[in-house]
T-cell receptor
């Protein structure tokens, strides 16, 4: 079974600064995908960024980037130039390749607060 | 993009009654749907996987007689919480998979907040 661990229950950052959210996972599989989801107060799940395990290059999406360390099974999210709208709960998630497409294992979540 | 409609968005029911939550894919055929449960400020936990036309596969520890899942068509899956009790109060989220879209072909519904009084 796969597990995902987010060791930071809460984080805070000043507007315009940079913050990094941590995530580690455990799996014996080699083909998988990793995701960061944002859940604002509306509780709608919003995909922030995704990473295919077979790709060495770290994914980036505008202000969001990841540091994917496959050997260490680490997948951290960096948010640059933080904005008030980034305030939300963030989940790291794992998905196996193949027949498990769509079946996600989530970490415990990190509540991020961006202060003006 | 793909749209998944989940209804109701919130529901209050009396203890002992049953409540049904619908998850509908509006513009694609979802062969597989997933049901998650989330307690306040906690993680999403997968409850079950439903495949169209067959019985749902429940995760360990989830009572299949309590949480009835039906996936009778390629666009609709329902979760029925039977004989609900206050401890069933939670946020329930579905996601639907479009098999033609590969690894990223799944979309979340907007969730249902269930309160049992």
């Amino acid at each position: 079974a796969q597990t995902v661990t987010q060791s930071q229950p809460e984080m805070s950052v000043q507007e315009a600064e940079t913050v990094t959210l941590s995530c580690t996972y455990d799996t014996s599989e080699s083909n998988y995908y990793l995701f960061w989801y944002k859940q604002p107060p509306s509780r709608q799940m919003i995909l922030v960024i995704r990473q295919e395990a077979y790709k060495q290059q770290n994914a980036t999406e505008n202000r969001f980037s990841v540091n994917f360390q496959k050997a260490a099974k680490s997948f951290s999210l960096k948010i640059s130039d933080s904005q008030l709208g980034d305030t939300a709960m963030y989940f790291c998630a794992f998905m196996l390749s193949g027949t498990s497409y769509g079946k996600l294992t989530f970490g415990q979540g990190t509540i991020l607060t961006v202060h003006p | 993009g793909a749209v998944v409609s989940q209804h109701p968005s919130w529901v209050i029911c009396k203890s002992g009654t049953s409540v049904k939550i619908e998850c509908r894919s509006l513009d694609f055929q979802a062969t597989t749907m997933f049901w998650y449960r989330q307690f306040p400020k906690q993680s999403l936990m997968l409850m079950a996987t439903s495949n169209e036309g067959s019985k749902a596969t429940y995760e360990q520890g989830v009572e299949k007689d309590k949480f009835l899942i039906n996936h009778a068509s390629l666009t609709l899956s329902t979760l029925t919480v039977t004989s609900a009790h206050p401890e069933d109060s939670s946020f329930y989220i579905c996601s639907a998979r479009d098999p033609g879209q590969g690894a990223y072909g799944y979309t979340f519904g907007s969730g249902t907040r269930l309160t049992v009084v």
